[in-house]
């Protein structure tokens, strides 16, 4: 479960300071899957990160699953995050000298569990048994869009956030990431937040949040 309690946050650029959220109150509940909306510049990275236990709120708090996490000490919420958390960046995120094996490794080196064989299942589970020892730019972005969705995976956690995770791939691509996305969150009963634009995919969620003015309108 993840709760927002009145989560400011804004960003100082050029002394010029910009609020981007204005006091955030929302409340997901385990397994569901919220879509959240909203124009570009709205401040959804900024949530999202925020939430996902990367970006401390300036004001107000985030609860994962009860407990206040920013009041945690940085070692207890790298565990956490470690933990429950899987996080699909804006772009992929893939870090370029690794192979796809080795970026899925990457969350089980930090965690002190690195698990060759559940990475391989991973990239198997995304269709990419053929490509564990391709580098990033030897995979089409198709194929990047699910190494990173293995990576977020491979730990079993319960949370998953996705940043627009069909944003720069073609309709069929875009249809095939979203597809296995949500059978693996289906099929690990995690909870998952996923940002897009397109309105025809956030069918597929529970609950859509629109964040407009700092704001979210739940509808
Ligand atoms: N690191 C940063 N420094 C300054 N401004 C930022 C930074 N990150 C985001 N912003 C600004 O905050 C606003 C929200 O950004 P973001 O959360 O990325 O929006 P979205 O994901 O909805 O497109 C934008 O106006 C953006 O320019
Ligand atoms: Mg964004």
Not at 36 to 59: D, F, V
């Amino acid at each position: 479960m993840i709760e927002a309690h009145n989560v400011h946050r804004s960003y100082t650029l050029a002394k010029k300071e910009i609020e981007v959220l204005k006091g955030i109150d929302l409340r997901i509940e385990a397994g569901e899957k919220i879509f959240l909306c909203g124009p570009s510049g709205a401040g959804k990275t900024t949530l999202m990160y925020t939430l996902a236990g990367l970006e401390n709120p300036h004001q107000g708090k985030v609860l994962i699953d009860g407990t206040d996490f920013y009041g945690l000490s940085s070692a207890n919420q790298a565990r956490l995050r470690n933990e429950k958390i899987g996080y699909i960046f804006q772009n992929y995120f893939l870090l370029p000298e690794l192979t796809a094996i080795e970026n899925v490794l990457v969350p089980g080196l930090i965690g002190g569990k690195s698990d060759h064989e559940a990475a391989k299942r991973a990239l198997e589970r995304v269709g990419l048994a053929n490509r564990v020892d391709h580098l990033p730019a030897e995979l089409s972005g198709g194929e990047q869009q699910r190494v990173a969705i293995a990576r977020a995976l491979v730990n079993s956690p319960s949370i998953i956030f996705a940043d627009e995770p069909t944003g720069n791939l073609d309709t069929g691509n875009s249809d095939e990431v979203m597809k296995i996305l949500l059978e693996v969150v289906a099929e690990q009963n995690a909870t998952l937040v996923v940002v897009t634009h397109n309105s025809a995919l956030s069918r597929h969620g529970d609950r859509i949040f629109t964040i407009k003015d700092g704001m979210i309108a739940d509808d």
